[in-house]
């Protein structure tokens, strides 16, 4: 029973307005906008760092596509983004996996890493492509030799100064890499499983213009092997000819794909369309005060444009429209910035 003036929120839980799910670029856009909007909100991100795919996938890659922005880093773009999001103080906590959303008495309770902490009127997720793993070999020395020659993404280009590197895979990350390894590698080798390439015909053919790539075809990576401090070489099977060989190597990329399960949470029973949760126009889910944008949200059943600067128009409709869910007397429009005096 409660009792009148009593508070219903749990022990140890804390009350707020809003949980926004996510510190990619749409969840801190979002997070900026719910300060824009006077919103008492708290982003939770699982990782220990803002950015999403940015920081985890492409750090050192040149975005030109959002607006106001000619050319910058992904890395120092969404450090720009993070300064923006903290621009009116809102909280931001990492180390934060949102484990489930559960709606109870015309609330939610947020579990982060599997512990009730959190009351909210409403969710906004941008969990983007969700909690991803990267897709893993599966053979011998890949464990032993991950962080100390093996890796799945590139976060540092000088890290592999004069090296050798093979590249395994063949869609756009994989050919990515090699462009952006190339200049400073000694030699760079893509290893493809198949006589086929999903990456995009320019950069094919750009890499096989590069005298210090090369590409072996057909071949399945066998084992990596090192002297306990680092990589050395790996064993390779040529499925055309059946033969095996060993080509020495200081560092292996994988670039297979990514494992991704999408943040879509047990207790919430979110409409769901391929891998995206489907949301409205004013990216409102199929729960009521649950609200979608970016990466994760889609308005309808074709491909979306997964893009930054999408995200971020996204999140700022949702906002605005969650704005008005826990306040119905606010206006939807909260004013243009520029009349801000901050
Ligand atoms: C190689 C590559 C290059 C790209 N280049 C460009 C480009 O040039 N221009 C462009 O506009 N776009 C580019 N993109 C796409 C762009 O990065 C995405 O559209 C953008 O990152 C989507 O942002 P998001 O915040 O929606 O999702 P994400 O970036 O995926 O961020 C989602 C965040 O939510 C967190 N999260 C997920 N689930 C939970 C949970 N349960 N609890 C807590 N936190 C959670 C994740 O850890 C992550 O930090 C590129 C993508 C790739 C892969």
Redesign the pocket.
């Known amino acids: 029973m409660v009792i009148p003036g009593e508070s219903t929120v749990e022990h140890g839980m804390e009350d707020t307005d809003l949980i926004i799910?996510?510190?990619?670029?749409?969840?801190m856009f979002a997070t900026f906008c719910a300060g824009l909007r006077e919103i008492k909100s708290i982003t939770?991100?699982?990782?220990d760092t803002h950015?999403?795919?940015?920081l985890?996938?492409?750090p050192e890659?040149i975005?030109?596509?959002?607006q106001a922005v000619p050319k910058m880093k992904a890395i120092d773009l969404s450090d720009k983004m993070y300064e923006q999001s903290r621009l009116f103080n809102q909280r931001i906590e990492f180390n934060?996996?949102?484990?489930d959303v559960i709606p109870e008495n015309g609330k939610f309770t947020i579990e982060v890493n599997d512990q009730k902490k959190y009351t909210a009127k409403a969710i906004l997720v941008?969990?983007?492509?969700?909690?991803f793993h990267p897709n893993k070999l599966g053979i011998e020395g890949e464990d032993e030799y991950s962080r100390k020659g093996v890796y799945y993404a590139v976060k540092s280009v000088d890290g592999f100064k004069d090296k050798t590197v093979a590249i395994v895979g063949g869609g756009?990350?994989a050919f990515?890499y090699q462009m952006q390894l190339s200049p400073v590698c000694k030699k760079t080798y893509i290893i493809q499983h198949n006589n086929t390439f999903k990456a995009a015909e320019s950069s094919v053919d750009a890499v096989k213009r590069d005298a210090k790539a090369e590409i072996i075809m057909n071949t399945d990576v066998k084992k990596i092997n090192g002297d306990g401090n680092g990589v050395k070489s790996m064993e390779l099977f040529d499925n055309a000819s059946k033969t095996s060989r060993t080509i020495e190597v200081d560092a292996v990329i994988v670039a297979i794909g990514y494992k991704v399960n999408p943040?879509v949470f047990k207790s919430l029973n979110l409409e769901t369309s391929n891998r995206y949760i489907k949301v409205d126009h004013n990216y409102k889910t199929s729960t009521e005060g649950v609200y979608a944008?970016?990466?994760?949200a889609n308005v309808s059943d074709e491909p979306k444009f997964?893009?930054?600067?999408?995200?971020g128009a996204e999140a700022y409709i949702a906002i605005n429209n969650i704005k008005k869910y826990i306040s119905p007397n606010a206006s939807l429009f909260g004013g243009h910035s520029s009349s801000l005096k901050i």
């Open positions: 799910i996510g510190a990619g670029p749409t969840g939770l991100e699982s990782l950015g999403g795919q940015m985890e996938l492409y890659k975005v030109y596509d959002v934060s996996k949102v484990t941008c969990g983007g492509v969700g909690d756009d990350s990515d943040s944008a970016g990466d994760i997964a893009l930054i600067a999408v995200g």
